[in-house]
Each structure stands twice: as structure tokens, then as C-alpha cells.
């Protein structure tokens, strides 16, 4: 009887352990098929973060500390805040082609030593504006200033940064004049709209903004039209909500749709032939010049819809073959949905 007792005890427990084990794996497999992956797609966008906030901490080091580091190295024409945004341009170039095998294309539409207007499309994060600033920077000593949203201006840190960047708000006679000193300037019309309610087709988000088709109008400068191809598979916004957060934006002109990301997908900026100023032209007609133009770097660049599978095997092998297996893999997953249905 004691030895029934006994087996049935032991069998109870080894049945409970059994169960206890199985949870343990299933826990371990729920955690590193979804919730890994999960805090990873989400973490990653704070790379970008820490890369602001470093660039941030070493500006003021050099503005509040450049007397020490002249006194070391004893040169009385070292101008530290010129070596200071030479780091920083370094520091972002060398995560640009690490990360992304980031590229330029179309180098020779970009004014050397004369004035300029970059008309650019917004990703969700506009990360391929800072390797492209820094990238010029570092090749051809010229900072191009740049037009930010006003709520980037509320942030700790970034007032120093804008500084030696040269990122403003920007008004038509501020960028008329910028443009007019023979300065390269970049903007993005659709900004943070764009930003937050953009997606992997690609569509341009413009909501009828012509401040820009004035400022080049009124500077007479040349527009160059600019893409960066899979930008927006290096960085999304999450798919739901998206009526919500329009309207939150609308209220508060901030934009709170969360980020996930950081994907090392190949990063490629396209320039195109330059837009060249014509008489009597309007703002809408320029707009819409330069609507298409950039339209068409997107049509004869980008595959649509974006794919991050895509993207990161751009950076091993060459698009049409890349095309050739993604498009295969969507059909066989066309035809298994139908088979299902």
C-alpha cells in the first residue's frame, strides 16, 4: 500500500514537473520568437536618440571647454567650433556607412561653390538628412543649412545643435536671405506630417505647402530635387491608430505616433537634375515641377510597396534579383492565402 502511495506520489510529481518544463519552454520560445524581437524593433530608434544627445554633449564640450584643448595643443588659429561640427559630421558618416552602406547618388546636380535649394521627402525619421549634411560636410567643407519643425526647438539639447548646424524654424524672408548669401538649404514640405502619416508607397504629404516654391522664386536659386531610397524601412510608424493620431497632431502639432525600427537596410540618396529658376512662374506651378521631380526619383528608385526584406539584402546584392525573390516569396503567399480561403 505504501508502495502504491509512493508511485502515485512520484508519478504526481513528475507530472507536475513535466507541466512545470513545458511552461519554462514555452515561455522561452515566446520570449525570443516575439517579445525579443518586439523590444528590439522598438529599442532600436534610441540609437538615433543617443546619437543627438552625444552630438549635443560634445558641442558643449567643445564650447565651454575649448580653452583647455587650445591650451593643449597650442595653436592660436584652430577655430574648435569648425572641429567640433567636423567630429560630429565624422561620428554620423561613419554610422551612415557601417549601418547602412549609405551612398550618394547624383553628386554632380548639387552646386559646389553657388546656392542651392535641397527639396527633400520626409521619412519618419530624417536620418538620411543627417548623413547627407555630414557626408557634404566632410567632402566638400560645405554645412548645409537646414529648415526643422518648431517642436524639435522644445527639446533639451537641441539648441546647441541647431546653433552649429544651422537648423531653424524658417520663414520665406529668413531662407530667401540664407539662399541669397550663397548657401545650400534643405527642406522637407511635407515635414512632420509627412513624417508621422507617410508610408512604404511612398506618396508625398505635401497638404498644398508652397513656402518653399516662394523662398526659391524670391532667391531665384536652383531647386534639387532629393530621395532616399528605403528610408522608410529603416524607420516606421505603427499601423494602427492612424485616424487618432491625426487628429492629435492637428490639435497639437507634435507628433506622438510612435517609432519602431532601426532596420540596417541599404541607404541610398538620389539627387536629381536641378529645377532652374523661370520667369513668371507661380509658387504652384514650381510646386508641382517639383512634386514630379521628385516623384519620379521615387518611381525609378524605390520598389513600392517598401520591403525591409528588400532593403537589407540591397546591401549584399543587386536590386532586379533582390525584386525577383521578394516578388516570388509575395506570390506563393498570395496563393496560400487563396488555397486557405
Given at each position: ?32 520568437t ?22 549635443s ?33 565624422a ?20 552646386p ?29 567643407d ?7 519643425d ?18 531653424s ?18 527642406i ?34 536652383p531647386?534639387?530635387?532629393m530621395?532616399?531610397e ?16 491625426i487628429k492629435?497632431?492637428?490639435l ?10 532601426g ?31 521628385i ?45 486557405d480561403?
Amino acid at each position: 500500500m505504501e508502495q502504491e502511495l509512493e508511485q502515485s506520489s512520484n508519478s504526481t510529481f513528475l507530472s507536475f514537473l513535466g507541466r512545470y518544463v513545458e511552461d519554462i519552454d514555452f515561455t522561452l520560445w515566446l520570449y525570443r520568437t516575439i517579445v525579443y524581437p518586439l523590444v528590439v524593433t522598438f529599442l532600436l530608434p534610441f540609437v538615433f536618440v543617443i546619437l543627438i544627445y552625444f552630438s549635443s554633449i560634445t558641442l558643449y564640450i567643445f564650447k565651454f571647454h575649448s580653452w583647455l584643448l587650445l591650451k593643449e595643443i597650442r595653436a592660436d588659429d584652430v577655430n574648435f567650433w569648425k572641429v567640433a561640427i567636423k567630429f560630429i559630421a565624422a561620428v554620423w558618416d561613419a554610422h551612415a556607412t557601417i549601418y547602412h552602406g549609405y551612398e550618394i547618388c547624383g553628386l554632380e546636380h548639387l552646386p559646389k561653390d553657388s546656392n542651392g535649394l535641397i527639396i527633400y521627402y520626409h521619412g519618419a525619421i530624417p536620418i538620411d538628412m543627417y548623413y547627407f549634411v555630414a557626408r557634404i560636410y566632410l567632402k566638400y567643407d560645405r554645412l548645409i543649412y537646414t529648415v526643422g519643425d518648431r517642436f524639435l526647438f522644445k527639446l533639451p539639447g537641441w539648441k546647441i545643435i541647431a546653433q552649429a548646424l544651422k537648423v531653424s524654424p524658417g520663414t520665406v524672408m529668413s531662407c530667401t536671405e540664407t539662399l541669397k548669401n550663397g548657401n545650400l538649404l534643405a527642406i522637407s514640405p511635407g515635414g512632420v506630417y509627412e513624417a508621422q502619416f507617410g508610408n512604404n508607397c511612398y506618396e508625398l504629404l505635401w497638404q498644398q505647402r508652397l513656402g518653399f516654391a516662394k523662398v526659391a522664386i524670391e532667391s531665384k536659386a536652383p531647386i534639387i530635387p532629393m530621395f532616399t531610397e528605403n528610408l522608410r524601412e529603416g524607420f516606421r510608424n505603427i499601423g494602427l491608430g492612424r485616424r487618432f493620431f491625426i487628429k492629435l497632431y492637428n490639435l497639437t502639432r507634435i507628433p506622438f505616433r510612435p517609432i519602431y525600427g532601426g532596420f540596417p537596410v541599404k541607404f541610398r540618396t538620389h539627387l536629381g537634375p536641378p529645377i532652374y529658376y523661370e520667369e513668371g512662374i507661380s509658387a504652384k506651378q514650381l510646386q508641382e515641377k517639383t512634386a514630379a521631380a521628385i516623384e519620379k526619383l521615387i518611381v525609378e528608385n524605390q520598389r513600392i510597396p517598401g520591403s525591409i526584406v528588400g532593403g537589407l539584402l540591397d546591401r549584399f546584392f543587386e536590386k532586379r534579383k533582390i525584386d525577383i525573390v521578394v516578388n516570388s516569396a509575395r506570390q506563393k503567399k498570395f496563393k496560400f492565402s487563396n488555397k486557405d480561403s
